[in-house]
């Protein structure tokens, strides 16, 4: 079976940054794709960005295009995204997933098959 644990959320003034990694254990295939998502109180969770694991191929939301960034280790097993200029809108909690789906058109939670615990990201005003 396959495990993400998430770490690096925090609380961060505006304009600050934060790295959140999530570290992928078990069997997973060669080709897959993974992708941060955010859920903020009152709201449904919204994608964020994802990565094809194989190729590279990168996706992101409008709302963090030029700011956030997602890589992979792939010697690490692990996922990255850097946030940068972080407002205060970005407040959520974030959570990696997997897909077994390959590429970066899989945007959708119900297209992800495996979930991190969530970290909390803050941005204070």
């Known amino acids: 079976q396959v495990q993400l644990v998430e770490s690096g959320g925090g609380l961060v003034q505006a304009g600050g940054s934060l790295r959140l990694s999530c570290v992928v254990s078990?069997?997973?295939?060669?080709?897959?794709?993974m992708g941060w998502f955010r859920q903020a109180p009152g709201k449904e969770r919204e994608f964020v960005a994802n990565?094809?694991?194989?190729?590279?191929?990168?996706y992101y939301a409008d709302s963090v295009k030029d700011r956030f960034t997602i890589s992979r280790d792939n010697a690490k097993n692990t996922v990255y995204l850097q946030m940068n200029s972080l407002k205060p809108e970005d407040t959520a909690v974030y959570y990696c997933a997997l897909t077994y789906y390959s590429g970066t058109a899989y945007r959708r939670p119900d297209e992800y098959n495996y979930w991190g615990q969530g970290t909390q990201v803050t941005v204070s005003s």
């Open positions: 078990g069997r997973t295939f060669t080709t897959y794709t």
């Open positions: 990565i094809n694991w194989s190729g590279g191929s990168t």
